[in-house]
Nanobody
Framework: QVRLVESGGGLVQAGESLRLSCAAS????????MGWYRQAAGEQRELVAE???????NYADSVKGRFTISEDSAKNTAYLQMNNLKPEDTAVYYC??????????????WGQGTQVTVSS
């Protein structure tokens, strides 16, 4: 069974930085896509950033130039470096990975979420 565990959330002031981590464990053969979503209170979950195993990335317009998604493939870990944080970045951030397991099954897995709060 695949499990994703996020860390790195917290309370910061506007203009500061945070780095989120997402470590995947289990019988993983290959990760195809790593992504970060967020959901603010009363809002729908939205894509923040994604990284394909081709190296292609995709970012929400609201975070372009401020957030960077990266990975350590040897550790099956995804990162989201968030710079110049704004109060509107406040949300629960979720990690997601679309992957092949060692059993040959493919699917998308989600972490439990980590809270990011940015004060003005």
């Amino acid at each position: 069974q695949v499990r994703l565990v996020e860390s790195g959330g917290g309370l910061v002031q506007a203009g500061e930085s945070l780095r989120l981590s997402c470590a995947a464990s289990g019988r993983i053969f290959m990760i195809n896509v790593m992504g970060w979503y967020r959901q603010a209170a009363g809002e729908q979950r939205e894509l923040v950033a994604e990284l394909h195993n081709s190296g292609a990335t995709n970012y929400a317009d609201s975070v372009k130039g401020r957030f960077t998604i990266s990975e350590d493939s040897a550790k099956n870990t995804a990162y989201l470096q968030m710079n110049n944080l704004k109060p509107e970045d406040t949300a629960v951030y979720y990690c997601t990975m679309t992957l092949w397991s060692s059993s040959g099954a493919t699917g998308t897995h989600w972490g439990q979420g980590t809270q990011v709060t940015v004060s003005s």
